[in-house]
């Protein structure tokens, strides 16, 4: 089994965003930072896994001052009766 903090697997990555999910809602630059670099797909995954997450469109300004709009930000509204990422 691969250690998730670190590893870019697909399914090492779905349990990294519903861990931050479960903390708060988590724009796309959020999770990239946590390593997790295909968020439209893996979100897509965990939707077809029975997470209901919503996505909204915002603005956000990054570290050098740059504003990017529409970027999306991820909340987890609802979580599958007894699955797991």
């Not at 997450?53 to 970027?71: K, L, N, P, Q, Y």
């Amino acid at each position: 089994m691969s250690d998730t903090n670190k590893s870019t697997d697909g399914g090492a990555q779905r349990h990294r965003i519903i861990e931050a999910l479960r903390r708060r809602p988590q724009t796309s630059y959020d999770l990239r930072r946590a390593g997790c670099y295909q968020c439209p797909t893996r979100v897509f995954e965990l939707r077809n896994l029975g997470y209901e997450i919503e996505t909204r469109r915002v603005v956000v300004v990054d570290a050098d001052g740059f504003e990017h709009c529409r970027v999306a930000l991820y909340s987890l509204a609802a979580e599958p009766k007894g699955g797991a990422a």
